[in-house]
C-alpha cells in the first residue's frame, strides 16, 4: 500500500464519495445528501487518497453547538486494518478542534462488532442502545468520545 494522504473533500470528489458510500455501507442515500453536505459543512468531509485513488471517506457535521457527530465512515476492503479509519477519525477530530466541540458521536449498528471495536480502540465509549434506529428496524449503539481542549493538552516531547 502506497502513502495514503488524508485531505478535505473538493467538490469533484462528490461523485466518488456517494458510489463509495453505496459500496462500503448498508443505509441508503439519496445523491443529493452528499452535495448538499458539502455545501453547507466542508470541513467535515475527509477523504483518505492512496495515489490517484479515494479509499475511505468520513462525513461528519456539527449539529449542536458543542458536539460533532460522525455521519458516515467507510473504508476500502483491501485497505483495512492499515490505519486509514484511524487517520480519517483523528484528522475529523482534529479539524473539529477549530469549532471547540467538547465530544464526538456516532451511531453504529449493534451488529457491526468491526466498527465497534475499531470505535473502542479510538477512545469512543458506548452511551446507550437505540431501538429501532435504523429503517430495517436494527438497533444501534450511541458511542461518544470526550475531547481534551486544545488548551489542556500536554505538548508531546519533540
Ligand atoms: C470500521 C472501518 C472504517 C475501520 O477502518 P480501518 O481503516 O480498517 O481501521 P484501522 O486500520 O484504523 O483500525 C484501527 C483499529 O481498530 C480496530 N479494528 C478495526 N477493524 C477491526 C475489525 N475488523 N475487527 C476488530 N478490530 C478492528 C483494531 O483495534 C485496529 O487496530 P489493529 O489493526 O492494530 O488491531 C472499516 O472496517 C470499514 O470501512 N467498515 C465498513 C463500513 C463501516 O462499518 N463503517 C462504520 C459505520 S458506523
Known amino acids: 500500500m502506497d502513502v495514503v494522504v488524508i485531505r478535505q473533500t473538493e467538490a469533484e470528489d462528490i461523485i466518488v464519495i456517494t458510489q463509495l458510500a453505496y459500496d462500503l455501507l448498508p443505509e441508503r442515500y439519496s445523491s443529493g445528501v452528499f452535495s448538499s453536505l458539502f455545501e453547507r459543512f466542508p470541513h467535515g468531509m475527509l477523504v483518505a487518497q492512496e495515489g490517484p485513488v479515494i479509499v475511505g471517506f468520513l462525513l461528519g457535521i456539527i449539529p449542536a453547538e458543542d458536539s460533532a457527530r460522525v455521519l458516515m465512515l467507510g473504508v476500502q476492503p483491501g485497505c483495512r486494518r492499515k490505519g486509514v479509519g484511524t487517520?480519517?477519525?483523528?484528522?475529523?477530530?482534529?479539524?473539529?478542534?477549530?469549532?471547540?466541540?467538547?465530544?464526538?458521536?456516532?451511531?453504529?449498528?449493534?451488529?457491526?462488532?468491526?466498527?465497534?471495536?475499531?470505535?473502542?480502540?479510538?477512545?469512543?465509549?458506548?452511551?446507550?442502545?437505540?431501538?429501532?434506529?435504523?429503517?430495517?428496524?436494527?438497533?444501534?449503539?450511541?458511542?461518544?468520545?470526550?475531547l481534551t481542549p486544545l488548551s489542556a493538552r500536554v505538548p508531546s516531547p519533540s
Open 87 to 146: 487517520g480519517l477519525l483523528t484528522a475529523f477530530r482534529n479539524a473539529m478542534d477549530a469549532f471547540h466541540v467538547t465530544s464526538i458521536y456516532l451511531e453504529v449498528m449493534t451488529t457491526n462488532d468491526a466498527a465497534i471495536a475499531f470505535y473502542r480502540k479510538n477512545g469512543f465509549e458506548i452511551q446507550e442502545r437505540m431501538k429501532n434506529f435504523y429503517v430495517t428496524g436494527e438497533d444501534a449503539f450511541l458511542m461518544r468520545r470526550t
